[in-house]
C-alpha cells in the first residue's frame, strides 16, 4: 500500500459498490424457462459483515433492475440498495448527505463506464482488473482478483487493515 492510499483509506466512512463485474463476473446466467441468475462469491459477503463491525455501511449501486441484487442485499443486511440506477453519482450525493459523509469519506469500486463519474468523485477508488474501463481511469487501488472471485473484499481488507493500524 502506498501513502496516498493510506492517507485517504483512514478517512473511510462509507463504502459504496457496484454489483455486476465486481460482485459477480458480470455473467448473467439463463435457464431454460428464462430465469436470470447471479454467481455471489462469498468472500464479498463476508467484507460486509466486517465493515458493519467497524460502524463502515455498505452501500450497493447497480445499473441492472434486479431482483438477485435485492435477494442478496438482504441476505447481508445492507440497507442502502439502489437498482437500476442510472445517476450513481447524483444517487450517492444524496446518500452522503443524508449520512452526513463528504464525497472525501465515501470508498467506491466499480468497473465499467457507467461508474467513472462517481469514481472520479470519492475519496477513494478501485475497480477490478478485467475492468473494461481500466484505459479510461487509474483507480487509487486495482484488485488483483477479477470482478467475482473476491475483488469487493480484497479492497475491504486493504481498507481495514489501514483502520486497524491507527
Avoid at 465486481?22 to 455473467?27: E, L, Y
Amino acid at each position: 500500500m502506498n501513502n496516498n492510499f493510506i492517507k485517504k483509506a483512514k478517512s473511510i466512512k462509507v463504502v459504496a459498490t457496484d454489483i455486476d463485474g465486481v460482485w459477480t463476473d458480470s455473467g448473467m446466467y439463463y435457464t431454460a424457462s428464462g430465469e436470470k441468475m447471479k454467481c455471489f462469491s462469498t468472500y464479498d459477503g463476508m467484507g460486509v459483515q466486517l465493515l458493519r463491525e467497524l460502524g463502515i455501511p455498505t452501500i450497493i449501486l447497480t445499473s441492472e433492475n434486479s431482483e438477485i441484487v435485492l435477494r442478496r442485499a438482504e441476505k447481508l443486511q445492507i440497507k442502502n440498495v439502489y437498482i437500476n440506477e442510472k445517476e450513481k453519482l447524483r444517487r450517492m450525493i444524496e446518500v452522503c448527505r443524508e449520512l452526513d459523509v463528504s464525497m472525501n469519506e465515501v470508498a467506491y469500486i466499480g468497473d465499467d463506464i457507467n461508474d467513472l463519474s462517481l469514481l472520479e468523485k470519492v475519496g477513494l477508488s478501485a475497480m477490478p482488473p478485467n475492468s473494461p474501463a481500466r484505459h479510461l481511469f487509474s483507480p487509487d487501488y486495482l484488485t488483483e482478483k477479477s470482478g467475482g472471485h473476491g475483488a469487493f473484499r480484497e479492497f475491504i481488507d486493504q481498507i481495514i487493515e489501514v483502520k486497524n493500524t491507527n
